[in-house]
């Protein structure tokens, strides 16, 4: 059974960092683009960023841009998200999600299927 | 360049309870539409995927479907377990990443 299991996330003041961990177990994570997407209350799903099978196609969503690098040891089964001058609006539940597409090097097409229950952060004076 | 879904549906048990997701040229009108359920306290699970395709887990009772830049997911035979929050997702070739659509809270009467 596929399995994604996040971490990493607490209550951070603003400007500071955290780094998540997602570790993943029941399929072949080499082959998988991964994505994280971060839910708000009240306020819905967003998009944060997405990483192909081999790291090759990286993209963030707007609101993150130059801030959040995300990363994956493939050797590990673990995807990363580095978050870097944390703001109030970063405020969500994260969640770690496995894409369609298999050794596909591209973002767009196949979309997510499996997702994990999420880790919290929480950024607040 | 965002993705509209209605904020709530509503529908009595055994009825069935269709949601719109409504984007643009460069999203829906150009890319595949996925559709996910929310239920507090459980991972968000995959619903449709391709516009019209359903994981063999899911029950036939979901079904999906496109037309020009909007899709919809129906849901029939409605359950009290249908209650929950869902999201219609989409990539955008001008921001080059995923949309979500703002969610639809469904209540079943």
């Known amino acids: 059974e596929v399995e994604l299991v996040e971490s990493g996330g607490g209550s951070v003041q603003p400007g500071r960092s955290l780094r998540l961990s997602c570790a993943a177990s029941?399929?072949?994570?080499?082959?998988?683009?991964m994505h994280w997407v971060r839910q708000v209350p009240g306020k819905g799903l967003e998009w944060v960023a997405g990483i192909t099978w081999n790291s090759g196609i990286i993209r963030y969503g707007d609101s993150v841009k130059g801030r959040f690098t995300i990363s994956r040891d493939n050797a590990k089964n673990s995807l990363y998200l580095q978050m870097n001058s944390l703001r109030a609006e970063d405020t969500a539940l994260y969640h770690c999600?496995?894409?369609?597409?298999?050794?596909?090097?591209?973002?767009?097409?196949?979309?997510?299927?499996?997702w994990g229950q999420g880790t919290t952060v929480t950024v607040s004076s | 360049s965002g993705v509209t879904q209605p904020p709530s549906a509503s529908g009595a048990p055994g009825q069935t309870v269709a949601i719109s997701c409504s984007g643009s040229s460069s999203n829906i009108g150009s890319n595949t539409v996925s559709w996910f359920q929310l239920v507090p306290g459980t991972a968000p699970k995959l619903l449709i995927y391709g516009n019209d395709q359903r994981p063999s887990r899911v029950s036939d009772r979901f079904s999906g479907s496109k037309s020009g830049t909007s899709a919809s997911l129906a849901i029939s035979g409605l359950q009290s377990e249908d209650e929950a929050e869902y999201y219609c997702a989409a990539w955008d070739d001008s921001l080059a990443g995923w949309l979500f659509g703002g969610g639809t809270k469904v209540t079943v009467l």
């Open positions: 029941g399929f072949t994570f080499d082959n998988y683009a």
């Open positions: 999600v496995k894409d369609r597409g298999r050794l596909e090097d591209i973002l767009y097409y196949y979309g997510m299927d499996v």
